[in-house]
C-alpha cells in the first residue's frame, strides 16, 4: 500500500520539530528514514501511524485518510524499546500479542510457527525471554510486529545495539518480510544502512533535505556514500551523524 505524506509539520512547545515534509513511499518498498539522532525519524513515523496528529499537512495509506481505525489494522509497529514480557516464552509473548489481534486459535498457532521461522527462533520458542540476548529479543519484536500479516510495517531503529553479522541477518528478514507483499518504513541513524533499502528519505532538524531512490541518491555523491548529502545539505553534521 501506497504511503502519502503531504505538507506535514509538528512542533512540541513551540519548537519545530517536523518541517513541511511531503514524499510518497510506492507500495512494496523498504523505505528508510535516515537522518542523525534527534532529527525527527521517530516523531515521524508517530505522525504516520497516527499515534499523534499533525498540526498541519496530511498523511494517506492508498487513498485512505489517517488517522482510521480500520486502518490500524493493517499497520505493524516495531517501537524502539522492546515491548516484550520477560516472564514469558517467545511463543507465550506472540501468543498475548496475537490475542490482541484477535486471531483464531488455529490460525494463530500457525502463523506463531510461521514468524518464528522467519525471524529463525523456532528452537528457542519455549526458552523464557530474559534468557534472550539483545538480538534474539530484536527478532521476537518483529515477529511480534508481524503476526497479523500487515500491509504496512513500521521499524523505529531496528538494528540499534546490534552487532554487524546479526544486522545482516535482521536486514535479510526485512528483504524477505518485504517480498511477502508488505511495505516497510525503517528508521536509522546508520548511514551503511540505507543500500539495504529501495528508497530514502533523509531527514535533518526536522526537514527534508533528499528523497529518491537509493541509487539516484548515492549518483549524487562523489563518494558513494550517503553522509555527503548531509554534509552538503548542513555545512556541517555536527551533533551528530553517525557512520
Ligand atoms: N513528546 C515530545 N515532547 C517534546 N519534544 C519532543 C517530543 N518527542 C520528540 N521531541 C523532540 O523532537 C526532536 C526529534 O525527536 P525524535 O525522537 O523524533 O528524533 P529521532 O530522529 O527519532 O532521534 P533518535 O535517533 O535519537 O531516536 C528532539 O529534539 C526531541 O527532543
Not at 11 to 16: E, I, L, Q, R, V
Not at 47 to 64: C, K, T
Not at 214 to 219: R, S
Not at 220 to 232: A, P, Q
Amino acid at each position: 500500500m501506497e504511503i502519502t505524506v503531504s505538507n506535514v509539520s509538528k512542533s512540541f512547545d513551540d519548537k519545530n520539530v517536523i518541517n513541511d515534509i511531503s514524499f510518497t513511499i510506492p507500495a512494496g518498498t523498504i523505505c528508510c528514514l535516515l537522518g542523525p539522532s534527534g532529527s525527527g525519524k521517530t516523531t515521524l513515523i508517530r505522525l504516520m501511524i497516527g499515534a499523534i496528529g499533525a498540526d498541519q499537512g496530511s498523511i494517506r495509506f492508498g487513498d485512505v485518510p489517517m488517522p482510521d481505525m480500520n486502518m490500524l489494522k493493517k499497520i505493524g509497529f516495531m517501537p524502539q524499546n522492546d515491548a516484550l514480557y520477560d516472564d514469558l516464552s517467545a511463543e507465550a509473548n506472540l501468543t498475548f500479542f496475537g490475542g490482541l489481534y484477535h486471531l483464531g486459535k488455529k490460525a494463530l498457532e500457525e502463523r506463531i510457527d510461521e514468524v518464528l521461522a522467519i525471524v529463525d527462533l523456532t528452537e528457542h520458542r519455549r526458552k523464557l525471554v530474559k534468557n534472550f540476548s539483545g538480538g534474539m529479543k530484536k527478532r521476537l519484536s518483529l515477529a511480534a510486529s508481524i503476526l497479523h500479516s500487515p500491509d504496512l510495517l513500521f521499524l523505529d531503529e531496528p538494528t540499534v545495539g546490534i552487532d554487524p553479522v546479526l544486522r545482516r541477518t535482521i536486514w535479510e528478514q526485512f528483504q524477505r518480510i518485504k517480498h511477502a507483499g508488505t511495505t516497510i518504513i525503517v528508521s536509522t541513524h546508520v548511514m551503511d544502512e540505507v543500500t539495504e533499502c529501495d528508497r530514502a528519505a533523509l531527514i535533518y532538524n526536522g526537514s527534508l533535505i533528499e528523497y529518491d531512490a537509493v541509487p539516484t541518491l548515492l549518483d549524487k555523491t562523489e563518494n558513494g556514500r550517503v553522509d555527503e548529502l548531509f554534509f552538503m545539505a548542513s555545512g556541517s553534521v555536527e551533533g551528530g551523524a553517525e557512520t
